[in-house]
């Protein structure tokens, strides 16, 4: 008998551990072939881990390349994002998302002018969102695409550095949270979730930069800082008309 209890145990072990990796390899498959769809730069996720049972979650290593014409770097990095999904959810066609986390993410803000990385990057995302790669879109088994229920988006402890290099300013960003993402709707596409979040957390961006350089007019010199402020006032009304919402 107690044969028997030992072999069911490890039965249960070896399908709960194979249940995290086929489900984390899902999550970073994904995640690696639509994003760079999405967002027309580089997209990589290094890791996900994803419980079968609790459906709690890590996705590690996640960065997104900058648009054409600018640094070879990335625009953002974040680290480890923390996301609690309702399991049975995790088989169908409306994932409900509990609550993403992000703790401590790194972006990288550069202007030309009256552009920006972000700006450019919004556009790529505008461009695909606005329906012209509607076969990239994923979709379940039975053939119905994909939506999903976001309760809770929380970001905390953002910085972004304005510049490349070692003269690049650092700038620490508001918290930027977001309530009910979908639940209305019913459930929206993934472009349409992440081109949601991705309005909120850059727009915080053009927004918390502007904020900050107001701040530091004598340690930069005003001209440059107007110069700067005018760039982001510029992008946050673009990301305001791309989106039909305040950055």
């Not at 049972?53 to 014409?69: D, E, Q």
């Not at 480890?80 to 409900?96: N, R, T």
């Not at 920006?116 to 606005?130: A, P, Y």
């Amino acid at each position: 008998m107690k044969k028997f209890l030992l072999i069911g145990l490890v039965l249960v072990l070896a399908l709960y551990v194979g249940g995290m990796f086929f489900l984390g390899s899902i999550v970073k498959a994904g995640v690696n072939t639509f994003g760079p769809k999405f967002t027309q730069t580089k997209v990589e996720l290094a890791g996900a881990t994803i419980s079968p049972l609790t459906g709690s979650g890590t996705l590690s290593g996640l960065s997104v390349g900058n648009p054409k014409g600018w640094s070879d770097r990335d625009a953002f990095k974040l680290g480890k994002v923390h996301v609690d999904v309702a399991p049975m959810s995790l088989f169908g066609d409306h994932i409900v998302i509990e609550e993403i986390t992000v703790d401590g993410p790194e972006f990288l803000y550069e202007t030309k002018l009256v552009s920006s990385n972000i700006k450019d990057l919004l556009k790529n995302i505008d461009e695909f969102s606005g329906g012209k790669n509607a076969e990239a879109k994923p979709a379940s088994k039975s053939g119905k695409p994909i939506k999903f229920e976001i309760k809770k988006f929380r970001l905390t402890n953002g910085v972004a550095r304005l510049g490349v290099g070692p003269t690049a300013i650092p700038v620490p960003l508001p918290p930027i949270s977001i309530d009910d993402l979908g639940t209305k709707e019913g459930g929206i596409t993934p472009d349409q979730a992440a081109g949601a979040i991705m309005r909120n957390v850059l727009g915080g961006i053009v927004t918390g930069t502007a904020e900050a350089l107001s701040k530091t007019a004598g340690t930069l010199g005003a001209n440059a800082v107007e110069q700067t402020k005018d760039a982001a006032k510029k992008t946050g009304e673009s990301i305001k008309k791309l989106f039909g919402g305040k950055p």
